[in-house]
């Protein structure tokens, strides 16, 4: 059984730029969540995907947008990067309640400067 | 909307030890679940145990154990026998049983074991 595996682990970007980050889902769950965790706070929940389609989104900007396919992975695309983007981004995946709790991965660091 | 706190950014415990972290939450609602992960410095976040809050009797596994308090909105981790693998960020997370399926998370405790 596969876990849960984001690329790239640490990314460099400047204010302004787009950029875009991938997750592959643990084999059997259907649900991908992302969060984003800046330094010394807990995870804030992004938005989900169930089934190819947004199920919830967080308190975050139209400029954060995800995507998710057929066999489950997924991605998150932020654009026009600001200062403030910079976190540790974790993916997380469940089955479609998430009431066992979720499989996440190691994160993508991602510094803007 | 929903709240965590974690009110201990940092606790100690000597290896062998048991440690409690706290951890409070405010909802309107009956039905949701109560989960802590434990983030080590590899960043990868593992889930350490779950509670439903329908159910009164305290969540147990191995070593981790919770004492979940509905009333008073309570539900903190002990840890038996602390070993040095255990030091870690522990975070405490509130899952509604409807709408959204979003987590919320406290800010975390940053555990030490001390040798």
């Known amino acids: 059984e596969t876990g849960v595996t984001q690329s790239p682990t640490h990314l460099i970007k400047t204010r302004g730029q787009q950029v875009t980050l991938r997750c592959s889902s643990q084999s059997g769950h259907n649900t991908v969540s992302w969060y984003q965790q800046a330094l010394g706070q807990g995870p804030q929940f992004i938005f989900q995907y169930y089934r190819e389609e947004e199920n919830g989104r967080g308190n975050f900007p139209p400029r954060f947008s995800g995507l998710q396919f057929p066999n489950y992975s997924s991605e998150l695309n932020v654009n026009a990067l600001e200062l403030d983007d910079s976190a540790l981004y974790l993916c997380?995946?469940?089955?479609?309640?998430?009431?066992?709790?979720?499989?996440f991965g190691s994160g993508t660091r991602l510094t803007v400067v | 909307a929903q709240t965590v706190t974690q009110s201990q950014p940092e606790m100690s415990v000597q290896e062998a030890e048991t440690v409690t972290l706290s951890c409070t939450y405010d909802t309107s609602e009956s039905d949701y679940y109560l989960f802590w992960y434990k983030q080590p410095p590899s960043r990868q976040m593992i889930l350490v145990i779950r509670q439903e809050a329908y159910k009164q009797q305290n969540a147990t596994e191995n070593r981790f154990s919770v004492n979940f308090q509905k009333a008073a909105k309570s539900f903190s981790l002990k840890i038996s026998d602390s070993q040095l693998g255990d030091a870690a960020m522990y975070f405490c997370a509130y899952r509604s049983s409807s709408g959204t399926y979003k987590y919320i998370f406290g800010t975390g405790t940053r555990l030490k074991v001390l040798a």
């Open positions: 997380a995946s469940s089955l479609r309640t998430g009431n066992y709790g979720y499989t």
